[in-house]
């Protein structure tokens, strides 16, 4: 077992960013975990995708399933079906990643989910397989929250681990554990929609300062006590813009 943890959550295409975090990563002392939402709205999710894939089958590191891997594959699935909402959410940026740019007005749902399948086999079988939460210590590590009207909490629906929101963040944490979590962007959980530093409440720490929206992207690396360093990297593409 690792000494540290250094987590990483909701890049979001942001491919520069990914890279400025990784620089600090040390994979003799740290255990690398990605807490989901690696694609969709930012330009580079094939990068992104990519390199947390490398991450994962070299290094050891933990990649977790998110809302946005969620949304992806459900497309793939049922292409007609989820197409509007996909891209309503951010998936046009990531369908056009992995093709070329103009292909979601090139080509039906239907054709660009096939071509994808056909094209990224590997990557799909692997995004696929992706865990809902690690544990470490005293920590869980999961995308959304988890269930905590649970006696166990791993007893969690899958649903929740990716997509639960107000319940886990106003609920109290009786799990003995601290939950680092992203989904919910930081300005939001500190009721401004501004500050994007880590939101820490009853044992919860929320990590993702809405990189894709203007804000940050943090890399935060954990011991057994507490948090040992939070490295935070602002978009200096564009002012705050929050859309969703």
Same mark, same amino acid.
């Given at each position: 077992? @690792? $000494?540290? #943890?250094y987590?990483?959550?909701d *890049?979001h295409?942001?491919y520069?960013?990914? +890279?400025?975090l990784? =620089?600090y990563y040390d994979?003799s002392i740290?255990q690398?975990?990605l807490i989901?939402?690696l694609?969709?709205?930012g330009?580079k999710t094939k990068?992104c995708?990519?390199l947390? @894939? $490398?991450l #994962?089958?070299?290094?050891?590191? *933990?990649?977790?399933?998110g809302n946005h891997? +969620?949304?992806f594959l =459900?497309?793939?699935?049922r292409?007609e079906?989820w197409f509007?909402?996909?891209v309503?959410n951010g998936?046009?940026?990531?369908m056009e990643?992995?093709l070329h740019k103009?292909?979601?007005?090139?080509?039906?749902?239907t054709e660009i989910?096939?071509?994808?399948?056909t094209?990224?086999k590997?990557?799909?079988t692997?995004l696929?397989e992706?865990?809902l939460?690690?544990?470490?210590?005293?920590?869980?590590?999961?995308h959304?929250?988890?269930?905590?009207?649970?006696?166990?909490?791993?007893?969690?629906?899958?649903h929740d681990f990716?997509?639960?929101?107000e319940?886990?963040?106003?609920?109290?944490?009786q799990?003995g554990k601290k939950?680092?979590f992203?989904?919910?962007i930081?300005p939001m959980?500190?009721g401004?929609?501004?500050?994007t530093?880590l939101?820490l409440?009853?044992?919860?720490?929320?990590?993702?300062?809405?990189?894709v929206?203007?804000g940050?992207v943090?890399?935060?690396i954990f011991?057994k006590?507490?948090?040992v360093?939070?490295?935070?990297?602002?978009?200096?593409?564009?002012p705050?813009?929050?859309?969703?």
């Open positions: 077992m @690792k $000494k540290y #943890v987590a990483i959550s *890049i295409g942001e520069e960013l990914f +890279e400025e990784i =620089q994979p740290h690398l975990v989901g939402d694609n969709d709205r330009s990068d995708f990519l947390g @894939k $490398k #994962v089958e070299e290094q050891g590191a *933990i990649y977790l399933r891997e +969620e949304y =459900q497309f793939l699935n292409p079906d509007t909402s996909y309503y998936g046009k940026e990531t990643s992995l103009g292909a979601t007005e090139e080509y039906s749902p989910a096939l071509m994808i399948r094209k990224y590997d990557l799909i692997f696929t992706r865990p939460y690690f544990e470490w210590e005293n920590y869980i590590f999961v959304a929250g988890v269930d905590l009207t649970k006696k166990d909490w791993h007893k969690t629906s899958p990716i997509w639960i929101r319940p886990f963040h106003q609920g109290k944490n799990t939950i680092v992203g989904h919910t930081t959980l500190h401004d929609m501004e500050t530093d939101w409440s009853d044992n919860k720490i929320g990590i993702d300062g809405g990189a929206f203007g940050s943090h890399g935060v011991d006590k507490g948090i360093q939070d490295i935070e990297y602002q978009n200096m593409k564009g705050w813009q929050p859309s969703f």
